[in-house]
């Protein structure tokens, strides 16, 4: 079984593990995608991600300041513990034993518009690259065409290793798109994640939706 997330668009650095981090699978790519938002002014990261002036300066530094990092820093941490999103709050990683990180780091993968696709440890840098991005490069005009069918195919070949055929998605459509239409013989269970906020309280409900890869 792989279990597929989307990535969060908020982040923190702040938090330190004893965990041994992974480097990601796709970091050659990664880079390749970063020499081109490299060469993007502020103002053309406002428009391309339709954020504030404020949000595209912090990206344009972030974009500058990149590294392939394969080890962890204080601005280089493992994807399951920096993504904040409502997911992964749910998730609540940082109560994790070491037999759930391993499990996690086997089954859980989170497809991410710079990197490809993550392990839960795999050592990210601080950056916003949603995967939706028409961002032209040396493989197309947007990341779709970017990742091609490098994600599916490394998908397949976890589900082999784990002798499994069962993908469980939890991505938007957005993300799992870049998985492309799958062989088959796998199984895609697809959940609908509906927060309920009630007063300060927040009730993660999912509903099922079970159908065969086209």
Do not use: C
């Amino acid at each position: 079984m792989i279990v597929l997330l989307s990535p969060a668009k908020t982040l923190d650095y702040t938090k330190e593990f004893d965990v041994e981090p992974t480097a990601p699978t796709f970091l050659s790519d990664s880079a390749q995608l970063i020499k081109e938002l490299k060469t993007k002014e502020p103002k053309d990261i406002a428009s391309l991600m339709g954020l504030s002036d404020k949000l595209a300066t912090l990206n344009f530094d972030r974009y500058q300041s990149w590294s392939a990092a394969k080890k962890m820093s204080a601005d280089s941490q493992p994807a399951l513990f920096v993504f904040q999103g409502d997911v992964y709050q749910g998730l609540q990683a940082d109560t994790f034993n070491k037999k759930d990180i391993a499990f996690a780091q086997k089954h859980l993968r989170i497809l991410s518009g710079l990197y490809g696709e993550l392990r839960p440890l795999d050592v990210i840098k601080p950056y916003r690259l949603e995967m939706g991005t028409k961002l032209s490069n040396s493989k197309g005009k947007n990341l779709y065409e970017f990742w091609g069918n490098k994600v599916q195919e490394n998908i397949l070949k976890e589900l082999k290793a784990n002798k499994s055929n069962l993908i469980v998605n939890l991505a938007s459509k957005e993300y799992f798109t870049v998985v492309g239409s799958l062989p088959k013989e796998v199984e895609v269970v697809s959940l609908f994640l509906r927060i309920l906020k009630m007063v300060n309280t927040s009730s993660l409900v999912s509903m099922p939706k079970k159908h065969a890869a086209t």
